[in-house]
């Protein structure tokens, strides 16, 4: 008899157990449930504090983004033109392509060297002709005697691509001292390395204005919609200050007083995300073939916002938005609740 007595008792406390714990879930989603609601109520009774949070905000996402945006294509911009970028070394008229061929093989004993390119005296006529071919003043003085002084006044060329531009200096010491370079060099045109430099620097300079004056903008209008948030919070409290108190003494715990303003402030961050994000999407796509004119590469940023991964951005936005509305609004009510 006991024994039955136990098993029922341990049937009972099972049953009892799984209705606690299905009362409990409910319990809890309906509490989140409510939370939400109460949130809502609140982003829609203090519409104008809550719109001005949202905008600075937004703006802040798309200050955030256009930052990112700069570095990355100014970046992009001065390595494409550092990839462009070739030295070309002259030498005297007639140079045999036998002795180009020796020269590459010096030079290619640099690290540095990425390739070497060549061209006889004969060639680079060639060349002449083929950017000149629409051009009939030219064609018709080019008669056989013409044709041999020109060859006899070009100069062979060696055209040179490199690593890294910034640093020639090991080629520079090849060209300027092995006795073959110095033998067939051509004294009268100086090799160009220093062609273009000057742009990649001043865009390379961009890229970190860009990205240092963007990070310092970004965060005052941080700290600005961080407070904005902070004060609507603030104020959405003072105003319901009595209701805060009627749920402390019913027995409200600090989740449940916490929860609505944070729902508040989170509403604040997927409206403003949303929109940074739908700002930031058409802007870019309006300005980027006006950049690309201007020979600025916006490829990498394209294929971000032309592929699957558009929905990742829009996303991060949001999560951004989120993240920076809960933080403000935790702020705010974790400094009352301490005080109260």
């Known amino acids: 008899m006991i024994k039955e007595k136990e098993q029922k008792l341990k049937k009972v406390s099972k049953k009892s157990l799984r209705k606690m714990q299905k009362t409990r879930n409910r319990h809890i989603v309906r509490e989140k449930a409510r939370i ?32 990112i945006v700069a570095s990355v294509i100014l970046t992009n911009t001065a390595e494409m033109m550092k990839d462009k970028i070739d030295i070309t070394v002259y030498f005297k008229p007639n140079t045999s392509a036998e002795i180009l061929e020796q020269l590459t093989d010096t030079i290619k004993q640099d690290s540095n060297i990425k390739s070497v390119e060549t061209s006889t005296s004969e060639e ?41 531009v910034d640093d020639l200096s090991s080629i520079k010491t090849i060209v300027e001292d092995d006795e073959l370079f110095k033998k067939y060099t051509d004294k009268e045109k100086v090799p160009t390395y220093d062609v273009n430099q000057a742009e990649i620097a001043t865009i390379t300079s961009w890229a970190k204005i860009a990205r240092t004056g963007g990070i310092i903008l970004a965060a005052v209008f941080l700290v600005i919609s961080i407070l904005i948030i902070f004060s609507t919070i603030r104020m959405a409290i003072f105003s319901r200050r009595e209701e805060i108190y009627m749920m402390k003494l019913v027995g409200a715990d600090k989740s449940f007083i916490r929860g609505p303003f944070l729902v508040e402030a989170e509403i604040c961050g997927i409206i403003a995300g ?9 802007g870019f796509k309006f300005l980027s073939p006006r950049l690309m004119g201007y020979g600025i590469d916006v490829s990498s940023i394209n294929n971000i916002l032309e592929s699957n991964k558009l929905i990742l951005v829009f996303l991060a936005f949001i999560a951004s938005g989120i993240l920076i509305g809960r933080i403000s609004a935790r702020l705010a009510v974790s400094k009352y609740l301490h005080k109260t």
């Open 274 to 282: 949303a929109a940074a994000a739908t700002i930031s999407y058409f």
């Open 124 to 164: 680079e006529y060639e060349k002449f002709l083929q950017e000149n071919a629409n051009s009939d003043e030219v064609l018709n003085i080019l008669d056989e005697e013409m044709k041999a002084l020109m060859i006899g006044k070009m100069q062979s060329t060696m055209r040179i691509k490199v690593y890294n």
């Open 36 to 67: 939400v609601k109460y949130g809502t109520k609140g982003f829609g009774r203090n519409i104008w504090l809550s719109t001005a949070a949202t905008v600075v905000m937004a703006i802040t996402l798309i200050i955030l983004f256009i930052t």
